[in-house]
């Protein structure tokens, strides 16, 4: 499984940025895709899930600001950011998991500004 995360950019607090996780390979095989950051300093924290079934789970500071959806066929994942705050700066990566294995994206570089 390969990962092609992209998206990111320079916005203003408050604003909105939508991040696409693109999935290609041995997609059918997939258990779930997930969206990670990492902000400078700083350790990397899971900050969404998107399930095979559909079911998504999020960090509970982004709750209420990011939506994680799936495209129909499975291969793209986004992550609608919405109201975004400095906390949110950081390298965005995309991750999934398949029987056991874990697969990395390369980051996307998110930045906020004050």
């Known amino acids: 499984v390969q990962l092609q995360a992209s998206g990111g950019g320079l916005v203003q607090a408050g604003g909105t940025l939508r991040l696409s996780c693109e999935a290609s390979?041995?997609?059918?095989?997939?258990?779930?895709i997930n969206w990670y950051r990492q902000a400078p300093g700083k350790q990397r924290e899971w900050v969404a899930v998107?399930?095979?079934?559909?079911?998504?789970n999020y960090l509970d500071s982004v709750k209420g600001r990011f939506t994680i959806s799936r495209n129909n066929a499975g291969n793209t994942v986004d992550l609608q950011m919405n109201n975004l705050n400095v906390d949110d700066t950081g390298l965005y990566y995309c991750?999934?998991?398949?029987?056991?294995?874990?697969?990395w994206g390369q980051g996307t570089l998110v930045t906020v500004s004050s």
């Open positions: 998107i399930t095979w079934l559909g079911t998504t």
């Open positions: 390979g041995s997609i059918s095989s997939l258990d779930s």
């Open positions: 991750n999934a998991r398949a029987a056991g294995a874990v697969y």
